[in-house]
């Protein structure tokens, strides 16, 4: 007699729960996600959608209470002001300066690592690439703070040359955060480019085109969209970030003018808070356009 | 690491020349060599007379067509097969038209606007090929283009790329491991082994005479039977099984036994054992004759074959002949 092909048994708890779950996609990734999203919605977008009701209320300024009532004022002092249109323009164009420069800096790196750069050297370079990353904020940001003093070890170095280090001001701020956001502008690039087959640079040099003419009409345009997505990520720290800028340098940012008002005028606060969201969001619809959203 | 040693390879303008081997036996790295994407460690290698060992690649009139068809994704069709004239500065006019050409040759005009992800990828292929030829090379180099596509657009391609060598008269030297390939489009072929040559020849020379075992089994199969202290090689489809005790006029015969089938549609290939040691693969033609007139499992046969078909073989290869 021949055994039998198929052998249908009774179940128990757990499979009948496992067989209500097979089938159903939608069913498995909605009870996967629940907990996650509940998180995102209530308490993320829920502060955020707090924040935004927050910025059209009022602060009584005598008694310095909140006045719970719509508004636009905080918006026109924002837009009226010329020290806030001034804090505003001076973060985003230093925001700029310092994806620019980490563009220009992480690029050969990550090309080295990617295509120039043997295994061993490559795993080393990602480890070097990362370590900073495994070090406190605040302890890099102080050290920055300790280097650009007074009597910090830049104008030592400087000296002899009878010239002066970048003290307290807007230069400070872009040492600083391009220092602080280097790898986050590395890591995607170095990714994108490993994601070019070599084949095509062989491709481009078999069809007689030199190195730099390879460089600039194969490399560069495959690499660009890994180069905006890491610069989503430079421009966006730099624009929300206070404490560097509080730490080396004594102009103000929009992080640092948030934090003095939250004491005195939450609502002013608040709609200063918007201006970066708003830039972001301007910004990764740019991005967005240019095709980063495939490399991060 | 010696990828390669003691190569020396003479191809004639206009001919379709096949490098055959297994992976690892040197044919792709001696593509490379012919490219310029890796320098010989000793050695000269002449284009049309010149010396162009030592030239970058992209200083050297030839073109290849890369097993992966390496198409810049960024660029429509039209861009990537005009990428060598656009660099080589062609003006607008003549880039076009020639553009345009390739692209009609490759049987893929209008094709122009898409983007290498929206082709198929027999379609890839061609205009790899147009991107290629429409710089008019000296020689193209093509390093296993089929290997990617199914059976029957292999078999379409292999008549398409043959064709379209005739018509432009470029020098195309093929890299391949698959023996049936070399021998339906070649010219002439070179079998590679080990990072050596082991025969270059026609592709009916090297079929009907090979000089080694190893060119008798990777072109074929490995038949080879050792008698008197001769060793030689009997092609499958020139051995007959004959009734026993039939007169065998004129051939060489064996008793073997029928030790195993292998049905393939147009044919069924015997293995036999022969009882003066050895065995014998052979296939016979399924014409449809009567029920049991075909050999079955087990059954005693005689097998037998002219002498003029029964190849000598000098060695398992000729690595001894070669000169470090």
């Known amino acids: 007699m021949a055994t039998d092909a198929v052998v249908v048994k009774k179940r128990s708890a757990g499979r009948r729960l496992a067989g209500l779950f097979y089938g159903r996609p939608r069913l498995q990734i909605g009870s996967l996600l629940a907990a996650p999203m509940a998180w995102l919605v209530i308490l993320y977008m829920g502060s955020l959608v707090v924040l935004l009701i927050t910025a059209f209320w009022t602060v009584n300024p005598l008694s310095g209470s909140v006045i719970k009532e719509f508004s636009l004022v905080n918006f026109e002092e924002l837009v009226n002001v010329p020290v806030y249109r001034e804090i505003i323009w001076r973060t985003v164009r230093t925001a700029a300066l310092v994806t620019v420069t980490d563009a220009l800096i992480a690029f050969p790196i990550a090309f080295y690592m990617a295509k120039v750069a043997g295994r061993k050297t490559k795993a080393a370079l990602v480890v070097a690439v990362l370590m900073p990353l495994w070090a406190s904020y605040l302890v890099k940001v102080i050290a920055w703070r300790a280097m650009l003093a007074e009597h910090g070890v830049i104008n030592w170095a400087l000296a002899p040359l009878g010239l002066h280090g970048p003290e307290g001001g807007v230069t400070a701020v872009w040492l600083t955060m391009s220092y602080l956001w280097l790898p986050y502008m590395i890591l995607p690039v170095f990714a994108g480019l490993e994601r070019i087959p070599d084949s095509l640079i062989s491709a481009s040099e078999d069809l007689g085109a030199h190195p730099l003419t390879t460089f600039r009409r194969v490399i560069l345009p495959l690499s660009f969209p890994a180069v905006v997505a890491g610069s989503i990520f430079t421009f966006s720290l730099t624009l929300g970030d206070y404490i560097a800028p509080k730490l080396v340098s004594n102009e103000q940012f929009i992080g640092t003018s948030i934090f003095d008002s939250i004491t005195n005028n939450q609502p002013f606060a608040a709609a200063f808070a918007l201006v970066p969201i708003v830039v972001v969001i301007a910004y990764l619809g740019v991005a967005r356009k240019l095709g980063a959203f495939e490399h991060v | ?324």
């Open chain 2, 1 to 324: 690491m010696t990828a390669v040693a003691g190569i020396d390879l003479e191809i004639r303008a206009g001919e379709f020349f096949t490098m055959l081997g297994p992976s690892g036996s040197g044919k792709t790295t001696t593509l490379r060599m012919i490219a310029g994407f890796e320098d010989p460690t000793s050695g000269t290698i002449e284009l049309a007379g010149v010396d162009v060992a030592g030239l970058p690649p992209y200083e050297r009139a030839v073109n290849t067509v890369f097993q992966d068809y390496a198409l810049f994704p960024h660029m429509t069709v039209a861009d990537n097969v005009a990428y060598g004239l656009k660099v080589a500065k062609v003006d607008k006019a003549e880039r076009a038209r020639r553009r345009d050409e390739a692209l009609a040759m490759v049987r893929l005009p209008g094709y122009g606007d898409r983007k290498p992800a929206e082709l198929s990828g027999g379609q890839r292929q061609r205009v790899a090929l147009a991107r290629a030829i429409v710089n008019r090379p000296r020689v193209l180099l093509l390093d296993e283009p089929l290997g990617a596509l199914d059976l029957k657009l292999r078999e379409q391609m292999q008549t398409e790329l043959k064709s379209i060598q005739g018509e432009v008269g470029i020098t195309f030297v093929y890299v391949t491991h698959d023996q049936d390939e070399a021998l339906t489009m070649s010219d002439r072929i070179a079998v590679f082994n080990d990072g050596r040559i082991e025969q270059v020849s026609t592709p009916e020379d090297l079929y009907e005479h090979p000089v080694n075992e190893f060119v008798a089994d990777f072109v074929g199969v490995s038949n080879i039977l050792e008698r008197d202290g001769e060793r030689f090689t009997v092609r499958p489809e020139k051995i007959e099984v004959l009734a026993p005790g039939a007169t065998a006029d004129g051939l060489v015969t064996e008793r073997g036994r029928v030790a195993g089938i292998a049905y393939a549609g147009a044919v069924t290939r015997y293995t036999v054992t022969l009882d003066a040691g050895g065995s014998l693969q052979l296939v016979r033609q399924n014409v449809g004759e009567a029920p049991g007139a075909a050999p079955t499992a087990g059954a005693e046969v005689v097998v037998g074959w002219r002498p003029e078909h029964a190849a000598r073989v000098s060695g398992a290869t000729n690595k001894e002949e070669v000169a470090p």
